[in-house]
């Protein structure tokens, strides 16, 4: 593994990103992200524009950095040693990997990756039921630094909230003191999991050769002009919408006042509207008496009518 000195979130950072495959990117590609569609990725690589980051989103981020400093003491206490951030590439035929890494020891054997506490998360870890969105990721890191496990854990920062597991490509899953997750078999990604995201990373590469972004063009003087008299129109629009269904429904609760069935005017009328009730079948099939009543033909449904419903109605009159 090439280790490169960038700084997670810099710009030259986010600009090594664009030029390789990175692990994060990796269930994306493979169509198991949680939160990319492939055709996003692809649009992101070619172009080079991300979609936008809202505050909210912003301040999970944030949060998920500030919570992985704090997680990193535990983990080393875990690993045994000492844990460094870093970002490591390897190119396979022609595939340049990246991965960047919460933690990873000096011998490179053990990586570190951390999540921002989320209990359904944590449940999987400790039922070894851990998403393909989170293993192929991992499996990525994995496979660019040639470590043997990666400690894979969930927190808000502290002990108390805290769910973690072992995720080596060999092994077994247990439940003890180091539970196993293991990257191949019953559960993981398969016995071929290597294969199956390098071939992936080549379909992908050659989807970016052929990929054309949606043709986007500036807007001329008239069409501008057309847009900012839309945006007029449409603003008019909604606030006569607004006063409209407010005078429906003051016209329609002064009909249900005066207690009339239709009431007419020059040119609208106001006409109440009643429905049936209707019947509930799932009240007949689940009733004890249902089958004793159709044997005997002696079957009375009113029982199993709904209660009727009226409501005003302006038409033109």
Not at 95 to 114: C, K, R, V, W
Not at 246 to 252: F, H, N, T
Not at 271 to 282: C, F, P
Request: proline residues 2%; aromatic residues 8%; contains cysteine.
């Amino acid at each position: 593994m090439k280790t490169l000195s960038l700084k997670q979130g810099s710009q030259e950072w986010l600009d090594t990103r664009l030029t390789h495959f990175t692990a994060s990117e990796a269930p994306a590609m493979l169509n198991k992200s949680k939160y990319q569609k492939r055709s996003e990725l692809l649009h992101l690589k070619v172009t080079g524009e991300a979609k936008a980051v809202n505050e909210f989103t912003q301040r999970i981020f944030d949060k998920g950095h500030e919570t992985e400093e704090m997680a990193r003491p535990f983990a080393e206490k875990i690993v045994g040693q000492e844990l460094y951030t870093t970002t490591g590439s390897i190119d396979i035929d022609g595939i340049p990997l990246l991965a960047s890494f919460d933690g990873i020891t000096m011998d490179e054997s053990i990586i570190f990756e951390h999540k921002l506490w989320n209990e359904k998360l944590a449940d999987s870890i400790r039922d070894g039921k851990i998403d393909q969105h989170y293993l192929w990721q991992i499996g990525q890191q994995l496979l660019v630094s040639n470590a043997d496990k990666c400690l894979f854990m969930t927190s808000d920062g502290t002990e108390d909230n805290q769910a973690w597991c072992w995720i080596t490509i060999n092994g077994e899953f247990g439940k003890g003191i180091l539970p196993i997750y293991v990257m191949k078999g019953l559960g993981g990604l398969g016995d071929n999991w290597k294969d199956e995201l390098l071939a992936g990373w080549v379909e992908f590469q050659n989807d970016l050769a052929l990929y054309e972004p949606p043709l986007e063009v500036e807007a001329d003087t008239k069409f501008e002009e057309m847009l900012t008299a839309y945006e007029q129109v449409k603003a008019e629009a909604d606030i006569a919408t607004a006063k409209l269904k407010a005078l429906e429904d003051a016209i329609k609760a002064e009909a249900k006042q005066l207690g009339a069935k239709s009431i007419i005017g020059s040119h609208f009328k106001v006409v109440l509207s009643e429905r049936k009730g209707s019947i509930s079948w799932k009240d007949v099939a689940n009733s004890p008496i249902v089958m004793e009543a159709i044997t005997s033909h002696n079957i009375n449904l009113d029982d199993f009518v709904g209660k009727g419903s009226s409501s005003y109605q302006i038409k033109s009159a």
